[in-house]
């Protein structure tokens, strides 16, 4: 059964019983206090008639013996006091009946003396009460027994029974209405977050819980739509994740398929055909550049799969001595391009991995000497709690929309031309991979004919601190 019957057959149960039980009581209460006030007015009566009864007696006695004649008379004059519908039954405890207009003979053996009895006495539709009592009068032991007419109160009673019926109903079918719509009202942000983790099985990441309440249910209907986010981003992350990794196996496979062939076909034709000096020297040129561009390319992959699996410890070093370093270390490869290098660096404290910092510089100025440019800057600045480096060239410079492939391994954007230099479209991918393992990232601004400037932030330490 669904959630939203068991809501509504619950709620209508809870409101049937509770109707059910309210016109109880109120027409229970109705006739109880009805009927103690027919009971008090029952009483009163009866006392009244014992009263002119014993009065009577006394203002007749002759002899000190009442006759049974008059005894008849004072129960007949009595009776009028009774009104319409009414009743009385007047005897001796020896003498037997004096008066009596009921059409039965009441039952006096449960009467008592300074006992009152009551009892309610319902035939052909007509309810009557009977109020029986004995006493003593003149040396004679006397019963009386009254009738009063009390249909009117169960008729009210009856009359109420069926008008609380007829509202009862009404409150039933209006609160079954009421309670039909609040069902549906609770029930239906259920549904709708039903819908919602049904569509996203189903594959429909963007699917959200359109519920703006501010309850539980509201709560949860955030949380969920939180969570789907969640993993819609992590879902687009995992298949952008396979797609990067779709085109590095296809990258990896055409760059090794390119020099294998150049290998092969230059190392077949030195074996079948007879060559001049001439001719082998430059395929065996060939053979040897085919192979230096699978070492560097094989060299790059395992640091790059290394770095990605290792842990590093960050040591707190004067930037000044890496970047002088750096800069010592690539003058003899500008000047063979015909390229100025110049070095800038301000004195710091920052904390870096000393050789994974400076293979990061490394690429970075290798790339740069590579642009076609004159002039090569390596700058390094403290930016109040910061420290920018930068390699800066004035380079052929790279498109908007290279830019943003760059860092993707294999990505080369100008194939020839990196193939030609041993290149593999990895230098980038190690250099932020580096910058991600000193918790920075690689900045670009690039303008074609201009040049590129690659930068970087790294937060400075107090200086003198130990590591």
């Known amino acids: 059964m669904r959630y939203f019957h068991k809501f509504f057959l619950s709620i209508t149960l809870i409101l049937t019983a509770a109707l059910a039980v309210m016109e109880y009581s109120c027409v229970a209460f109705s006739l ?24 009577t007696i006394l203002n007749t006695v002759s002899g000190g ?18 009104g319409t519908g009414g009743g009385l039954f007047l005897a001796g405890e020896a003498e037997g009946i004096y008066y009596s207009n ?12 300074e006992h009152i009895h009551y009892q309610v006495l319902r035939e052909s539709g007509a309810a009557s009460l009977l109020v029986k009592s004995e006493f003593k009068q003149d040396g004679r032991c006397l019963f009386l027994v009254t009738k009063q007419d009390i249909s009117q ?13 007829r509202l009862y109903f009404l409150i039933l079918a209006v609160s079954t209405a009421a309670a039909l719509g609040l069902s549906w009202a609770l029930t239906r942000p259920l549904t709708i977050l039903r819908r919602a983790t049904r569509a996203f099985g189903n594959g429909d990441y963007s699917f959200r819980a359109g519920i703006h309440a501010r309850d539980e249910i509201g709560g949860l209907a955030q949380d969920y739509n939180k969570m789907a986010d969640t993993v819609e981003e992590k879902i687009t992350e995992l298949e952008a994740a396979a797609n990067r990794q779709k085109r590095f ?13 150049s290998i092969i076909g230059y190392a077949d034709m030195i074996y079948q055909r007879k060559l001049s000096e001439e001719e082998t020297k430059q395929a065996a040129w060939y053979i040897m550049n085919e192979g230096m561009r699978l070492e560097s390319l094989s060299f790059k992959l395992m640091d790059l799969f290394s770095w990605e699996q290792s842990g590093f410890t960050l040591e707190e070093t004067q930037i000044t001595t890496v970047l002088q370093d750096v800069h010592t270390s690539c003058l003899s490869s500008a000047g063979k391009r015909g390229v100025e290098f110049a070095c800038q660096a301000e004195p710091a404290w920052i904390r870096l991995e000393y050789d994974l910092f400076k293979t990061l510089l490394l690429n970075l100025i290798d790339n740069a000497l590579k642009a076609g440019g004159k002039h090569v800057t390596l700058l390094g600045c403290a930016e109040k709690e910061l420290y920018r480096v930068s390699v800066s060239d004035d380079g052929r410079g790279i498109g908007a929309d290279d830019l943003m492939r760059i860092t993707e391994a294999f990505y080369m954007v100008d194939k020839s031309r990196s193939r030609k230099e041993h290149g593999a479209g990895l230098g980038l991918a190690l250099c932020a991979r580096i910058a991600e393992i000193h918790g920075t990232k690689l900045e670009y601004a690039s303008e074609e004919g201009k040049g590129t400037t690659v930068s ?12």
Do not use: Y
Request: glycine share 4%; hydrophobic share 40%.
């Open 153 to 165: 109160v169960f008729s009210e009673a009856e009359n109420l029974l069926a008008q609380c019926t």
């Open 32 to 55: 109880n206090h009805s009927f103690r006030r027919a009971q008090d007015s029952g009483l009163m009566q009866h006392q009244l008639i014992k009263h002119t009864i014993q009065s």
């Open 456 to 467: 970087f932030t790294l937060k400075k330490e107090a200086e003198g601190d130990e590591a």
């Open 65 to 82: 013996i009442v006759p049974e004649a008059r005894l008849s008379a004072i129960g007949e004059n009595a009776a009028g006091l009774l």
């Open 102 to 113: 009921l059409a039965f003979s009441p039952d006096l053996d449960d009467v008592q003396e």
């Open 249 to 261: 196996t296809a990258n990896f496979a055409h760059e090794l398929k390119t020099p294998m062939t």
